[in-house]
C-alpha cells in the first residue's frame, strides 16, 4: 500500500510563487509515473502535471510554462514549482502515482488559494 502526503499549499497573492511536495512511502514498484491534479470548487479534477521515473513530463496547457515538475527518485518525492500563480490556479492540489496493472493511488491534497 502507497501512502502520499503532501506539503506546501497556502495563500499566495497573483504572481507569487509556491512550491509542493509529495512523499510517497510503503510498498510500490520502481516503475511509476507521479504527478498532480487538481480541483476547484464545482469543477471537475484536472491534471496538472505528472512525470515518470524516468523523468519524461506532461503538462496541462494552462500550466506550461509557469509549474514545474521534477521528483527525486531517490527520496520518491514529487515537486511542483508553480510560479506567475493566477486567480484561476486556486484549487486543491492532489499528488497522484500511478503504478503497473492500473494501480493509483492518490494523497489527501493540499489547498491553494490565489489571490487577486
Known amino acids: 500500500q502507497v501512502q502520499l502526503v503532501e506539503s506546501g499549499g497556502g495563500f499566495v497573492q497573483a504572481g507569487g510563487s509556491l512550491r509542493l511536495s509529495c512523499a510517497a512511502s510503503g510498498s510500490f514498484f520502481s516503475t511509476n509515473s507521479m504527478g498532480w491534479y487538481r480541483q476547484a470548487p464545482g469543477k471537475q479534477r484536472e491534471l496538472v502535471a505528472d512525470?515518470?521515473?524516468?523523468?519524461?513530463?506532461n503538462y496541462a496547457d494552462s500550466v506550461k510554462g509557469r509549474f514545474t515538475i521534477s521528483r527525486d527518485n531517490a527520496k520518491n518525492t514529487v515537486y511542483l514549482q508553480m510560479n506567475s500563480l493566477k486567480p484561476e490556479d486556486t484549487a486543491v492540489y492532489y499528488c497522484v502515482m500511478h503504478e503497473r496493472f492500473g494501480l493509483t493511488s492518490w494523497g489527501r491534497g493540499t489547498q491553494v488559494t490565489v489571490s487577486s
Open positions: 512525470i515518470t521515473n524516468y523523468g519524461s513530463t
